[in-house]
């Protein structure tokens, strides 16, 4: 993981090296390993390089082609598809070793020009400029794991992975938006997606292309969900084989790392079929996984019977021979994580990895490997099964799942019938006129402005079951909140170097899933149908085939606990006088601390 830089002006001025420097010293903590700087005429950038494949530490960007065409790239980029490219461009095997993926981006533009994205399968934002056709060429990647920053108006366009380094060009507006801050203190990520939280500084969306030259910017779609092509196979054992080699994959090409490699491991479908392959990859080529962090409290700490997640921690530590780190968050942690400064940093669910970041960093891991973004598509539960049979007429099949998810779960027909059913089939207008469909602690809930509270009703609003698969999957890729968590853990782990890689959203697996039937996600009463058949030979089937007992990728029962707590010897010790709040905390928090 590294940055990017750069500066057009579009009134033909030069670009000085003293702003380009600028832009560097404001984002310096994203090359702690080297960095470069390349100028001419009106267009300037630069890179931060951070080391983390084998192959980045023969990174030396911008990189300039070395043919007539005059193009230079700068890329922030891990490309999974290394061997694919490679082999497309004949690359000899004993030159892939020291070959970086930024010279890979480049054949790429070489060979495609502005489809290369299409091409291209990994994390990455990265810059081209053309100095013939004096025209600048961005992209970002299809979930926005690496970041990209703009601004533009009639005398420049500037470009970062860092909202800093675009403040630090003279001319760009140094004002608050007030919405946005209004959105990021509520966590409406939708409107975050492609907006900072700075007046007219935006974001490069994922999947999309931008191009911009003196006279006009254009911005590209290049990849779609629509692009997803039906999948429709023979039997339920096709299907749980090619899911099960789809993930195989995308776990392989994310142990590319000079460094050790991390996991978490809550105990759930997620990660523990993520840490087990891993694991079992990483052994086959003589190495092992570093590092095992669960959000969870060690189990002395409450002196329970390991009745919750845990016992499905320390089973699958036992089967792969490994060791988990537990999480015994302080009050220390949640002031870290709460005293961020939201203007450059997201704050998602930090509470937890400001302790695995600390933990990670000191058995020297610089790749995490999380199941974050698996509940919306590969393990995806079938939300909108329900419905979407009411609404297609398929009343046989309806009545027949949900008889036998009762046998299987133990859920009464009335839980079905309501949540499952029913509530996604409310349309969005009614929850908006009828204030009282809402939560009572969103319709009550003290110290928030009026501008806040409809965002928290938006919130929930828009954050409901859809009445389709489709839908549901749509408003995974659109509402925001995928993204305001990669890029949170991801600016919060650079000051620890580490580098969070999430399998279960590689582009590959996202299509399979998109295109799957609805019946494969729901079958015979099971949830998840597809992927636990497709674990079935990787995880015990106390875990794989767990029927009663809800375990996700998300905080574990026992750690909502441990924040409650450590809240509220925070505050504590903020009513004592004991801790000072910084103003942009106070901005962020400030009604918190009347609670």
Known sequence: MSGIYGLLRKDGAPVEPNTLHNMQSAMEEWGPDDHGCWHEGNFGMGFLLMHNTPESFFEQQPIQDSSNSRVVLAADARIDNRDELCETFRIPTAERETLPDSQLMMMAYKKWGEDCPKHLLGAYAFAVWDCREQRLFLVRDHMGFRPLYMYED????????????????????????????????????????????????????????????????????????????????????????????????????????????????????????????????LRKRGDQLTGIFSWSPPPEVDGDQLTDERRHIELICQLEQLSCTYTQLSTEDIFTAWQSDIRYKPLSLMHHEVSVCRQAESLGVRTLLSGWGGDEFATFNGRGYFSHQLLYFQWRKLLIELYKRRQVRGTSYRSSVINDLILPLIPKSLYQRRPNLLPRELREIPQVSAKEHRYLRLLFIEGRNRATKEQNHINALTNGWLLNRIESWMVHALPARIEYRYPLLDRRLLEFCIGLPMEQFVQNGWSRFIFRKAMTDVLPESICWLPNIKVEESITRSAPLQVRNAYKIFLKQFQSGQLQLNGVFSMSHEHLTSD
């Open 154 to 281: 009639r005398q420049k366009f500037v470009f970062a992975s860092d909202v800093r380094a675009v403040l630090a060009v003279e001319g760009v507006p140094q004002d608050l938006d007030q919405d946005m801050v209004a959105a990021a203190r509520m966590q409406y990520t939708k409107l975050l997606r492609e907006k900072s939280l700075y007046q007219d500084i935006y974001k490069l969306l994922p999947a999309h292309s931008l191009t911009s030259n003196r006279q006009s910017t254009k911005k590209t779609h290049y990849w779609h969900y629509l692009d997803a092509k039906k999948v429709r196979l023979s039997s339920n054992e096709e299907y749980a084989e090619q899911m099960n080699r789809l993930v195989q994959e995308a776990i392989g090409c994310r142990l590319r790392s000079a460094f050790p490699i991390g996991s978490h491991l809550s105990g759930g479908l997620d990660s523990s079929s993520i840490t087990v392959l891993a694991s079992r990859l």
